[in-house]
């Protein structure tokens, strides 16, 4: 049976957990400089229609760790950018790799390469969901505090693919989720009731970082909504994650954000780059959680 990775949910708490474990271990084993050539002959296609740093650089580093190797595909230079059935791409290519990573702006266009791929499908970032993300930031929750579960996490900002993520990992995960975002900007309401009693709205952000383990944000104006920007810019006032909002959190609360970070906008500079920020170690656990990830598909 293919596994696809197109969300949390398609993965049981204890796989998830599985994955954090084994992320970890093989973060160990790169350190010491170790050879895990596990996946030696593997091959990975990559096709994104949004640009990336993180997620392709530690895709295209980690199956080469594990001794594969991979392949850009930007759509504009596939026969996608001519019109050829989205379909009928998912067919050819899947006949041809191991794997397929997709960051796309459609949900439902991943889904549908997924449904016609002989190969597992793992999602790169939608509209919808980014789920390596999180598997990169429990880790690196796990790593500084240990078990996230029972643990109070705020997320301060936009109801966007991030924060729907970080909705499924508290189901998943067991650990109680705060939401401030401004009306009008609030997540997928049907993925939130699904997360009844794990994730909820609250008022402001002061609600949200009050005596919580973890602070979360992200930018305002994610890609495609570059139009946006101003009008955003003023809805999202009094959101910024500030020196004086992280004091409200526990004393030992650590701040994280996906990144890329506009300094003085969704974030202070003071707490991306003071003691209690993990973002470095975030970015980093995308390229062990990943490579935990491939293993778990292809091996």
């Not at 390596?132 to 643990?151: K, N, P, S, V």
Request: hydrophobic share 45%.
């Amino acid at each position: 049976m293919i596994r696809h990775f197109l969300s949390l949910m398609d993965c049981t708490p204890k796989e998830l957990r599985m994955l954090i474990e084994r992320a970890m271990t093989l973060k160990a084993i790169l350190h010491r400089r170790e050879p895990h050539e596990y996946l030696r002959g593997s091959s990975l296609a990559l096709i994104f229609e949004k640009s990336s740093t993180r997620t392709r650089v530690s895709f295209e580093a980690g199956i080469t760790q594990l001794g594969g190797n991979s392949m850009f595909l930007a759509p504009a230079e596939l026969q996608l950018g001519r019109g050829e059935p989205l379909e009928d791409t998912a067919r050819v290519v899947s006949r041809m790799v191991d794997a397929i990573v997709i960051r796309t702006h459609e949900h439902a266009k991943l889904a549908a390469f997924a449904e016609h791929s002989q190969v597992p499908v793992i999602n790169a970032l939608t509209d919808r969901f980014h789920p390596c993300q999180l598997l990169a930031d429990i880790q690196t929750y796990f790593e500084h505090r240990g078990d996230i579960a029972g643990r109070t996490v705020a997320w301060i900002g936009d109801g966007n693919n991030v924060c729907q993520s970080w909705i499924n990992a508290a189901r998943q995960f067991g650990f109680t989720l705060r939401i401030a975002t401004p009306a009008g900007y609030r997540p997928n309401p049907e993925i939130l009731g699904a997360a009844a009693g794990s994730a909820h709205l609250v008022e402001t952000p002061e609600d949200a970082a009050r005596g919580a383990d973890l602070v979360v944000t992200d930018t305002w104006a994610s890609m495609g909504q570059e139009s946006e920007k101003e009008v955003r810019m003023r809805a999202f006032q009094g959101y910024c994650v500030t020196a004086c909002l992280m004091d409200l959190a526990a004393a030992d609360a650590l701040f994280m954000h996906c990144l890329p970070a506009y300094r003085g906008v969704e974030v202070a500079g003071e707490v991306i780059d003071g003691p209690r920020s993990v973002v470095w170690d975030e970015a980093e656990n995308r390229l062990h959680a990943q490579k935990a990830l491939l293993e778990f598909l292809l091996a």
